[in-house]
């Protein structure tokens, strides 16, 4: 056998060697992960068309949802920058700051439920809530339906998204075409390809960051199509962070179903784009990632990661970054003489 001959089959058995590892982590991931689907996925109640999804995206950027008429549901979540709004906590009426960080709308239709404390069941339940929060948008649905039902253009895509239906123009209808909208907000990324075969999709960082991901265990409340936004866990499970990450005022869940049980726990933070959508946690009070991830391996694996392994986990989660949908911002129409006007007191006294 030739020296080149010999290399070559070298080559050829560590490529192979290297494949069949590739295989075993896949087929691993396979078991807590699923590959986001080519597809807009279909949601209860409210079937998805093409109608909807245009009133939905109107809806989505159109301020005078909001009893002032300055903010939109692009307001805290900018499809130019991961979905959210890149601060701490978003700012509503009146310039008000609100409790919590904004959660990206990107794969959002995957979550188990909406908001850090899965008060909203659904993206339909969730879209009316920062309409009729005094600190959000400060409208009623009273005020909203008269806004909608005074241009002509919105009558008419209502009727044309919801024909079976007397009144179409409706809050619910509202809700439900703005959910179609951002059921079809999927941002496919490498990890992706590399879960549907695709070996070189990801980096040899970003692998040996999946198999950390998995070996340290946080696929116990990262897994699923959005790596997140499924189950709910206790912020702190093994050592509780500062009041400086985890406010005291903030009793999470507990919240929602007034149990002792539910202080401080919070639906598990989908992954998806993590590396835009800094900052982090609830509360917004971490911007750098790898601390970020420090902090989540303290605080609920009760692991210290080396230097190397937090960028490595940093790697995989880069994988995550996927793909924006691309969006052509609609024009709106105009208002009547019969639209209400926009709220005075937007400014703070």
């Known amino acids: 056998m030739s020296v080149l001959r010999g290399l070559f089959l070298t080559s050829v058995a560590a ?3 290297q494949s069949a590892v590739a295989q075993d982590l896949r087929t691993d991931a396979l078991d807590y992960f699923k590959p986001l689907p080519s597809t807009v996925p279909a949601v209860a109640d409210n079937p998805i068309t093409e109608e909807k999804i245009d009133l939905g995206k109107a809806l989505f950027f159109d301020p005078r949802l909001s009893a002032s008429g300055v903010f939109s549901c692009y307001s805290c979540h900018n499809l130019t920058t991961g979905g959210d709004d890149n601060m701490e906590t978003s700012v509503g ?7 919590r960080n904004s959660p990206t709308v990107l794969n959002a239709v995957f979550n188990e439920a909406q908001f850090w404390d899965g008060r909203a069941d659904d993206l339909k339940a969730q879209a009316k809530g920062p309409i009729q929060a005094g600190v959000e948008m400060a409208n009623t649905p009273e005020n909203v339906v008269a806004t909608l039902s005074s241009m002509g253009d919105y009558v008419t895509w209502f009727t044309d998204a919801f024909p079976e239906d007397g009144e179409p123009v409706s809050f619910d209808n509202m809700a439900k075409a703005i959910e179609a909208f ?21 980096t040899e960082d970003q692998v040996a960051g999946l198999g950390l991901f998995m070996d340290k265990g946080c696929v116990s409340c990262h897994s699923g199509v959005n790596i997140g936004g499924e189950g709910y866990y206790p912020f702190g499970l093994v050592e509780k962070p500062g009041a400086d990450i985890l406010p005291e005022g903030d009793r999470g869940r507990f919240a929602v179903t007034d149990t002792v049980d539910d202080e401080y726990v919070f639906r598990a933070g989908p992954l998806r784009n993590i590396a835009l959508t800094a900052p982090y ?12 991830v420090q902090i989540m391996a303290e605080s609920q694996l009760g692991e210290v990661l080396s230097d190397g392994e937090a ?4 790697a995989f989660l880069g994988a995550l970054t996927g793909d924006m949908p691309e969006i052509v911002t609609p024009v709106l129409p105009a208002e009547t003489a019969t639209t209400p006007r926009p709220s005075q007191d937007i400014l703070p006294n």
Do not use: Y
């Open 182 to 202: 951002e059921a079809t907000l999927l941002t496919p990324a490498p990890f992706d390809a590399w879960l549907n075969g695709d070996d070189a999709a990801m």
């Open 15 to 17: 490529l192979a060697a």
């Open 93 to 99: 009426h009146g310039w008000q700051k609100g409790p």
């Open 281 to 292: 946690f609830h509360s917004g009070k971490v911007w750098d990632l790898k601390v970020a």
């Open 311 to 314: 960028d490595q986990l940093v």
